[in-house]
């Protein structure tokens, strides 16, 4: 399957990421179970997972020293987001 583009990024602490489709999706990512070892410890420091960012064209997210989650992933394992009015 997939998955609509990528508008929006967001880190949420304890280490979740609020993300925004093209759809108007909003759902909400836990990155926590990924945040191990050396390469994605590194997610485990706050100001570190805070850079998280958009890859061109929303088809994906990165971190400053290219860690980054599958689309698919993200999109799949997410919850959906209730919009308040």
């Known amino acids: 399957m997939l998955q609509p583009k990528l508008t929006k990024v967001e880190p949420v602490k304890p280490l ?9 999706e909003v759902k909400l990512f836990d990155a926590a179970p990924y ?9 485990q420091d706050e100001r570190y997972f805070a850079t998280v960012h958009l ?9 400053e ?14 919850v959906p987001v209730k919009k308040t009015a």
Not at 35 to 43: I, N, Q
Not at 55 to 63: R, S, T
Not at 65 to 78: F, R, T, V
């Open 65 to 78: 020293e290219g860690q980054d989650i599958a689309p698919h992933e993200l999109y799949e394992n997410s």
């Open 16 to 24: 979740k990421l609020c993300l925004y489709y093209e759809t108007g």
């Open 35 to 43: 945040a191990t070892g050396s390469w994605y410890g590194r997610l």
């Open 55 to 63: 890859l061109p064209g929303g088809i994906g997210i990165e971190w």
